[in-house]
Structures are given as structure tokens and as C-alpha cells.
């Protein structure tokens, strides 16, 4: 490692360090401050371990933190000399209440930290929240769900996803972020709609158009035909307004050629 490299790994390790990684953390505890830090690991080729996780301040000999040993699942705690980091493979990610970012490059984690990108990041999806909270709009109708639903299930299939979702088996919690995007856990009242929303999903399997195995909702066939009659009962009632609009103005233009014309004798009288 040249002596610049080693520069920015020492600044990135001192920045990295202001604030201790927690045990545990979670990017879902809504938009309080709770977790604040840096996440800086690496992989090195000539390094006993395959991963490396920085977690004291650097020395000037060299780095301290958890060495994960090939195939080990659990870490412990080594010191890596300076001398044989040679090619590392960063892995940083800045942690700052619901915001993740990940660097790749030294140089781009200590641009970011000195110009305080976390917390301009954090700001605008605060403000992107709130606009959101403001526009939105909850639909609990059952075709409307139905309707995406099948949509959905086509889209996967179309983009070959794998998983149980490809399968067509979801959580109520799956489909609210998919109907309003991740933003929708930032609604105050978003525990009011998902049981909405959990109550309308039973109802359709009540009805059959979904069943519910394991904790999870499986798109029937049934739900074709349904979507099929609710349809064609939708085109028999835009049918039938249009029919009713042409008699009506069918109606307007006798009553006013009526009207005309009894103008017309009256004036000749």
C-alpha cells in the first residue's frame, strides 16, 4: 500500500471511529436520530481473514476490530498490520437514523463525512416524507386491490423474480409497500391501514379469489374469473351511461324542436 492510500485508510478509520457501531440497529425506527455511525469493513486476499470489521481507533502499527476466518460465522478480534493490507475491497456504509450509504472508495466515505452528506440525505428524505404524508390517499376497495394484485403476480412472472413472491405468496405487509411504496411505514397511521388493508385481503379469500396457507396470501385461479365479471359489469354499466346520455339528449332535442314549433304556430296565430 502506497503512502497515500495509507493517508486516506488512517482519516478513514479515524473518521470512521467518532462514534461506536451498536450491536444491533434497525433503518426502520422511523426518522428519530437513534443510530449514528460508521460501518468500515474490507476484504483482503492477504489477510488471514476473509472479512475484517474496524472497531478501535487505528494504531500507529496498524488496525483492530473483528476477523471473520474463512467459513467462520462468527468473528474475533484481530489486529491487521498496515504492511499487509495491499488491495482491500471496501465495504462503508454511513449510518444516520434511517439513511444508509455506501461507499466503495476511501475517498468518497471521507468526502461524504466532511461535507456532512448523511445529513443532507437525511433532510431530504425527511422532506420527501412529509410531502408524501400530505398526497396520500388510502383505497381499501376490493377490485382496486384484487386488480393490482393480478397485475402484480403478471409483473413478477414477466421479470422472472424467485422467491415466494414469484409464486404469487405475500404478507399484507408485502402488498402495502407495494401499493404505496417503502415511504408508506413513514404514515402515522400506518398500523390503521394495514388492518384495512388485512381485512380486505381475508375478504377475498373468504370469497376464494386468494387462499391463506403458512402466514401468507397465495393468488387463486378464481381471481381471473372475478376480475372477468367485474369487468364486463363495469362495460355493461359505461354501456348502459352512454345509451342514457344519448336518450337524454335524444329527449333535449324533441322537447326543443316541440317548443319551437308551438312558438312558431303561436306566432302565426
Not at 400506518?190 to 370469497?207: C, G, P, Q, T
Request: hydrophobic share 40%; net charge positive; glycine share 6%.
Amino acid at each position: 500500500m502506497n503512502s497515500f492510500h495509507l493517508s486516506l485508510l488512517r482519516l478513514s478509520a479515524w473518521l470512521a471511529t467518532n462514534k461506536p457501531i451498536p450491536e444491533r440497529y434497525s433503518l426502520s425506527a422511523g426518522y428519530e436520530v437513534k443510530y449514528n455511525f460508521t460501518y468500515l469493513g474490507f476484504e483482503e486476499k492477504g489477510v488471514n481473514y476473509s472479512r475484517f470489521l474496524l472497531l478501535e481507533k487505528p494504531r500507529k502499527e496498524g488496525l483492530t476490530g473483528l476477523g471473520w476466518p474463512a467459513d467462520a460465522s462468527k468473528g474475533v478480534n484481530v489486529s491487521i498490520p498496515f504492511k499487509i493490507i495491499v488491495d482491500p475491497e471496501y465495504d462503508i456504509r454511513r449510518i444516520y437514523g434511517p439513511i444508509e450509504i455506501k461507499y466503495n472508495t476511501l475517498a468518497s466515505y471521507i468526502f461524504g463525512e466532511t461535507t456532512l452528506k448523511h445529513k443532507r440525505e437525511y433532510w431530504k428524505e425527511r422532506l420527501a416524507q412529509r410531502v408524501f404524508n400530505r398526497s396520500f390517499r388510502f383505497s381499501a376497495e376490493r377490485m382496486d386491490i384484487l386488480e393490482k394484485l393480478v397485475d402484480w403476480r403478471r409483473q413478477l412472472l414477466k421479470e422472472g423474480a424467485e422467491g415466494s413472491l414469484s409464486r404469487g405468496r405475500f404478507s399484507h405487509f408485502d402488498f402495502f409497500s407495494l401499493l404505496y411504496s417503502i415511504r408508506a411505514w413513514g404514515l402515522d397511521d400506518r398500523h390503521i391501514y394495514l388492518e384495512e388493508l388485512k381485512f380486505v385481503l381475508d375478504s377475498l379469500v373468504a370469497s376464494g379469489e386468494l387462499s391463506y396457507r403458512d402466514g401468507r396470501y397465495h393468488l387463486e385461479a378464481k381471481a381471473l374469473e372475478t376480475l372477468s365479471r367485474y369487468e364486463d359489469s363495469r362495460r355493461r354499466h359505461r354501456d348502459q351511461t352512454k345509451q342514457n346520455s344519448r336518450v337524454s339528449l335524444l329527449t333535449l332535442v324533441i322537447a326543443i324542436a316541440t317548443a319551437l314549433q308551438a312558438f312558431l304556430l303561436w306566432k302565426q296565430a
